[in-house]
Nanobody, 122 residues
């Protein structure tokens, strides 16, 4: 049974926007740090953004600062990634993840979604 399910990916032109959602199957994830990662073809998976359990601390990779916003609604067991001013280099499979350490590295997360494709055309 999938515990994290992403949605909202798709094809968008450069400069456009998309909002990704990640719905958790269990309320216990409301106590977890949630992160968004992405993996482009031929590249390693990288951290994009993270948010702590109550939303008062966030992290962004330098490449997305000022363009992406992570948020969460614990009443809906859902984490969002609002992506604006998208660039072709943002093209990747985007993954949602949950972890307890509060870190932003891959090893800090124990639960992963199946990923959603984001393609930005030039």
């Amino acid at each position: 049974q999938a515990q994290l399910v992403e949605s909202g990916g798709g094809l968008v032109q450069a400069g456009g926007s998309l909002r990704l959602s990640c719905e958790a199957s269990r309320r216990t994830f409301n106590t977890y740090t949630m992160g968004w990662f992405r993996q482009a073809p031929g590249k390693e998976r990288e951290s994009v953004a993270a948010i702590n359990w109550n939303g008062d601390r966030t992290y962004y990779a330098d490449s997305v600062k000022g363009r992406f916003t992570i948020s969460r609604d614990n009443a809906k067991n859902t984490v969002y990634l609002q992506m604006s001013s998208l660039k072709p280099e943002d093209t990747a499979v985007y993954y949602c993840a949950a972890g307890r350490t509060g870190g932003t590295g891959l090893s800090d997360y124990n639960y992963w979604g199946q990923g959603t494709q984001v393609t930005v055309s030039s």
